[in-house]
């Protein structure tokens, strides 16, 4: 792609365009407008616009109205609308059950008081004998396996909390505020039930400062919507008594396990048996992605899109855990998109028609996995093959220090120039990332070969937390990018040639990674395999959206659309088995894998490589 000379982007298109480079009267009115965008979308009385809730609807219609009254054209599937269902969350139903079974008779424990399923546990019912194996843990690393030479199949498994003692001895004082990716609920739950067990009972155990019978909130736990297995949390004091009837005692167990770092797993007694039944309903509701169109001279098509949903009153994803049940205001993430999005309609709006369109759309779900983006770009409400880049907002609010971070400039060529020309008269430092992948909704378009580029502002420590409010953003800031987005937009859109896509190199220290499992060859999930997830659930298995060009996966034959739906003989039924698959393997092991092409069944091999 040929993109014009500095000095014809600063004199020609800007005068042309009145978007001053240096505050004004303009850039104070345009902020203004911008902040109070904010301060709607990301009020109180908008209980952080959680997925499902009347309130993510008000912010739809707010947005739309705004659409209408700049005279766009509507471009979803009802007006200005698109729906689609999603699963929200899960709630418990009123079929739960528990009931423990001995020599002396039966006793009925009560769901909430005594018991509490998990919110990621399958439903259904179960019975039979039951067993501890400690932790539920196996860490190669550690040289510790709770299930060594210990069959639990078709058995009940009782596991402790957290991991063991020993685990954080082997740490750096630092590292020792947080435990290992085995201390997590879903890996446990993996763990058994690739081990053939028919539930698992999570207990506390003994804690530094007591709560050993303290439960789990429901819904609070990070995981898939289904694990695959039925899990349950029971009180410490309860188990404490089961196990005193085999002649054992939780506390003593727990200690010794802790000071040996030893597994000490054993089966309970013979005449003691559990009867559970997990009800666990999905809930599904119905979102909407928000779209208008502003049409050029040609069908062809920019996208300048951002995602407008937040965390509601906190869930698994909120990292202020102690505050879930508060409304996380989500001004950044990402009211300022949204905000972004609507002031340049409003700029855009009254100026010329250019040589192609822009379609501004705004999207749910994309807390939830990156949901409405993917279902825009699977069911497009303009033809995706007219789109010739994406431009996504997320989280541009709280600039700091003149820094900003722009994503995808390798998806193209010559994005990488256009940027550099477009903050040529800014303050801001660039911080420049190749890839088109993150988590942020750009990464639909990336799967699709559509160029993206991608704008941030940066981390900071009100991300996913109640205290991520409209007083902390920098709006002047934030419509100077707006004012280079605006740059970029209008080069792409006037542009003779379209923008070539092409597979960026990959990068690393992305930062805007997002803490969600992706086994995609991103920090922290163990070797490199190098393919990107859908982030959508499909039943029973993985699909990849795309593979990276050079990487294992490619080498073994992988394809994009393949579903993973095996690794070395274990199931995958989701993402985070995939992703607690790759932790638990080394660099330069041989992994089989199984895979679903359209309906056809591939058995190939993928060597683990060094991340890059």
């Given at each position: 792609m040929r993109f014009p000379t500095h000095a014809r982007l600063a004199a020609g298109l800007l005068l042309s365009l009145g978007f001053a480079v240096h505050a004004s009267a303009a850039d104070a009115a345009s902020a203004?407008?911008?902040?109070?965008?904010?301060?709607?979308?990301?009020?109180?009385?908008?209980?952080?616009r959680g997925a499902g809730t009347p309130e993510l609807d008000r912010a739809a219609d707010y947005i739309a109205a705004e659409f209408e009254r700049l005279g766009l054209k509507p471009a979803g599937e009802h007006g200005y609308f698109q729906p689609f269902q999603v699963t929200t969350g899960a709630e418990m139903g009123p079929h739960n059950s528990l009931t423990a079974e001995n020599l002396n008779g039966e006793k009925k424990l009560t769901p909430g008081k005594d018991?509490?399923?998990?919110?990621?546990?399958?439903?259904?019912?179960?019975?039979g004998e039951v067993v501890f194996a400690g932790y539920g843990i196996s860490a190669k690393e550690m040289d510790y396996d709770d299930y060594f030479h210990f069959d639990v199949a078709d058995k009940i498994v009782i596991v402790l909390r957290y991991e063991p003692a020993t685990f954080q001895k082997e740490k750096t004082e630092q590292a020792r505020r947080q435990y290992t990716h085995h201390a997590n609920l879903i890996a446990k739950a993996i763990n058994a039930r690739n081990r053939g067990a028919k539930a698992v009972i999570l207990v506390n155990g003994k804690r530094p400062n007591g709560g050993e019978d303290e439960l789990?909130?429901?819904g609070s736990t990070a995981g898939p919507d289904n694990a695959g297995i039925p899990m349950i949390q029971v009180k410490s004091s309860i188990v404490e008594g089961w196990l005193r009837r085999s002649g054992k005692s939780l506390k003593l167990l727990q200690r010794d396990i802790d000071g040996k770092g030893e597994p000490l797993s054993l089966a309970l007694a013979d005449n003691f048996k559990l009867h559970l039944k997990v009800d666990v309903e999905r809930k599904q509701a119905t979102v909407k992605n928000v779209a208008a169109y502003l049409p050029g001279k040609t069908d062809e098509y920019v996208v300048l899109g951002a995602h407008y949903d937040h965390l509601g009153l906190g869930d698994e994803s909120s990292l202020a855990p102690d505050k879930i049940g508060e409304v996380h205001h989500g001004a950044?993430?990402?009211?300022?998109?949204?905000?972004?999005?609507?002031?340049?309609?409003?700029?855009?709006?009254?100026?010329?028609?250019?040589?192609?369109g822009l379609l501004f759309l705004t999207f749910a779900g994309e807390e939830i996995g990156l949901l409405g983006s993917q279902h825009w770009v699977e069911n497009p409400t303009k033809p995706l093959d007219k789109a010739v880049a994406m431009l996504n907002m997320d989280m541009i609010g709280r600039i700091a220090k003149d820094k900003v971070y722009v994503g995808g400039v390798g998806t193209a060529e010559g994005f990488d120039a256009l940027v550099k020309q477009a903050a040529a008269d800014?303050?801001?430092?660039?911080?420049?990332?190749?890839?088109?992948?993150?988590?942020?909704?750009h990464t639909s378009f990336t799967a699709k070969r559509i160029p993206v580029l991608f704008f941030f502002s940066g981390l900071h420590g009100d991300?996913?937390?109640?205290?991520?409010?409209?007083?902390?953003?920098?709006?002047?800031?934030?419509?100077?990018?707006l004012d280079m987005i605006a740059r970029i937009a209008v080069e792409i859109r006037d542009e003779g040639d379209r923008p070539q896509f092409s597979k960026a190199a990959e990068d690393s220290g992305n930062p805007h990674g997002g803490s969600a499992p992706s086994g995609s060859g991103g920090g922290g999930y163990g070797p490199y395999f190098g393919s990107i997830p859908d982030f959508a659930e499909v039943p029973n298995g993985v699909r990849f959206a795309d593979i990276r060009p050079g990487s294992p996966a490619e080498k073994g034959g992988i394809q994009a659309g393949d579903i993973l739906t095996g690794w070395n003989g274990k199931p995958i039924q989701n993402l985070y088995d995939f992703t607690y698959a790759l932790r638990d393997s080394k660099v330069g092991d041989v992994v089989a894998v199984t895979l679903l092409r359209g309906s056809e069944t591939v058995e190939t091999k993928v060597t683990l490589e060094q991340r890059r």
């Open positions: 203004a407008r911008y902040l109070e965008d904010v301060k709607v979308l990301a009020a109180t009385d908008m209980k952080g018991w509490v399923p998990i919110n990621f546990s399958s439903s259904g019912e179960v019975e789990i909130q429901f950044d993430d990402n009211a300022s998109g949204t905000a972004g999005v609507l002031e340049l309609a409003r700029r855009f709006s009254g100026q010329e028609r250019g040589e192609r800014t303050e801001f430092q660039v911080d420049f990332s190749n890839s088109g992948y993150s988590a942020s909704d991300y996913h937390k109640p205290s991520d409010t409209w007083d902390k953003i920098n709006a002047p800031q934030a419509v100077e990018l």
